[in-house]
C-alpha cells in the first residue's frame, strides 16, 4: 500500500480523548475525554443538551478557544490526505491559520452577528479566497458570483450589505463564506436554529447535496433529531461534557441505549403533536444531580 493509500484510509478527523476546562479552575472540565471521528463525504451531528460542551468541542478543533480555557488533554488528527495526518492542538498558531478557512471551515452558531455590517457581502465571501488561493481582480469576481449562485442568491447581490439581506439570505452568505475555500472539513454550528423552518429546510437541504459535490466531512451540531434524522450519518450524544452515547443515525435513533438519549428522543414530537414541549426526563440521573439540567429544560422543550 502506498503512503497516499494509507492516508486515505484513516478519517479525515479523529478527536480522541479531548478535554476543556476553565484556567482558573483546570479540574472542572466542560469537555471530558471526547473522542469521534468524522469520513470525507459523511455527517457526524452532535446533539445534547444546551451547555453539554458542543460548541466548545467544535471551536477546539479548529483552533478557537477562548483564552480562559485550556484544552487539558487529548489529540485532533486532521487527515487532508497529502501531508498525512495532524495533531491540529500541536500546530504552530501560524500553521493552523493555513488550514482554518481553506482545509477546515466554521459556519459558527450566531451566524447573525459574524457578518461585518459595513463590508458587502461580496467582499467578505471574497476574503478567504484572496488569503487563501491568492485570486483577485475578474477571478475573484467570477468565483464570488459563482458561490452566490451556488447558494441560490442572485449574484447581483455581492455588493448589498448584510442588513439589505434577509436572515435566510445572510445565512446562505455565511455558507458561501464557509464553502468557498471548497474545505475538506465543514463544522457546522446549530446553523438553523434561528431560521424558520421553510428556510431551514432548504439550507439543510444545500448544505447536503454540497457535503455530496464536494464530498466533504461534516460536523454539524442540533438540538433537533428531525435535523439528525435529514442528515446524520452518524450520531454523537453529549451530557455534561461527556459523550454518552455514539454510532450510526440508525443504531442511535432506533436502538438508543442511554437513558439520556431516550429520553431526548421521547421529546421530539411526532406529526400529531404528540410529546410537543414535554420537558426531558431526568428520572435515571440521581436526585441530587437533576437540578443543573432541569435549568436547560426550556432550551430542550425546543426540540
Ligand atoms: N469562556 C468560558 N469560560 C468558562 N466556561 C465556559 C466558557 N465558554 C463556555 N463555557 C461553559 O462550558 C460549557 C459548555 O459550553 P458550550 O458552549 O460548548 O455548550 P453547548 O453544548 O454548545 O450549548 P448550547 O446548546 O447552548 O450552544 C457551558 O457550561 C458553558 O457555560
Ligand atoms: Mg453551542
Redesign the pocket.
Known amino acids: 500500500m502506498s503512503s497516499t493509500e494509507i492516508n486515505q484510509a484513516s478519517p479525515l478527523l479523529q478527536v480522541q480523548q479531548l478535554s476543556i476546562a476553565?484556567k482558573k479552575t483546570p479540574t472542572r472540565l466542560?469537555v471530558n475525554q471526547v473522542s469521534f471521528s468524522i469520513a470525507r463525504g459523511k455527517t457526524t451531528c452532535v446533539v445534547?443538551?444546551?451547555?453539554?460542551?458542543?460548541?466548545?468541542?467544535a471551536l477546539s478543533i479548529m483552533g478557537l478557544l477562548?483564552k480562559?480555557?485550556v484544552l487539558s488533554a487529548g489529540k485532533v488528527l486532521f487527515n487532508d490526505g497529502l501531508s498525512g495526518e495532524q495533531d491540529l492542538t500541536q500546530l504552530a498558531a501560524e500553521d493552523l491559520r493555513k488550514i482554518r478557512g481553506a482545509k477546515i471551515a466554521m459556519i459558527f452558531?450566531e451566524p447573525m452577528t459574524s457578518l461585518n455590517p459595513v463590508l458587502t457581502v461580496g467582499y467578505q465571501i471574497g476574503e478567504s479566497l484572496t488569503t487563501h488561493l491568492g485570486l483577485r481582480g475578474e477571478q475573484l469576481a467570477a468565483k464570488i458570483a459563482s458561490l452566490l449562485d451556488m447558494v441560490g442568491i442572485p449574484a447581483s447581490r455581492a455588493n448589498s450589505y448584510p442588513d439589505e439581506l434577509s436572515g435566510g439570505q445572510r445565512q446562505r452568505v455565511m455558507i458561501a463564506m464557509s464553502i468557498a475555500c471548497e474545505p475538506l472539513l465543514l463544522i457546522a454550528d446549530?446553523p438553523t436554529t434561528a431560521l424558520d423552518v421553510t428556510v431551514q429546510a432548504q439550507i439543510l437541504k444545500l448544505l447536503d447535496e454540497l457535503k455530496t459535490r464536494m464530498n466533504m466531512g461534516m460536523l454539524f451540531?442540533t438540538?433537533d433529531f428531525g435535523v439528525v434524522a435529514d442528515i446524520a450519518d452518524d450520531v454523537v450524544v453529549?451530557f455534561r461534557?461527556e459523550i454518552v452515547e455514539s454510532g450510526t443515525k440508525q443504531q442511535v435513533l432506533n436502538h438508543p441505549q442511554h437513558p439520556y438519549t431516550k429520553a431526548l428522543l421521547a421529546c421530539v414530537p411526532d406529526v400529531e403533536g404528540k410529546n410537543a414541549l414535554k420537558p426531558i426526563d431526568y428520572a435515571w440521573l440521581p436526585e441530587n444531580q437533576r437540578s443543573q439540567s432541569q435549568a436547560n429544560i426550556m432550551?430542550e422543550a425546543r426540540l
Do not use: F, V
Not at 445534547?48 to 468541542?57: D, I, M, Q, R
Open positions: 476553565p466542560l445534547g443538551e444546551s451547555g453539554s460542551g458542543k460548541s466548545l468541542t477562548s480562559q480555557l452558531q446549530e451540531i438540538h453529549m461534557g432550551s
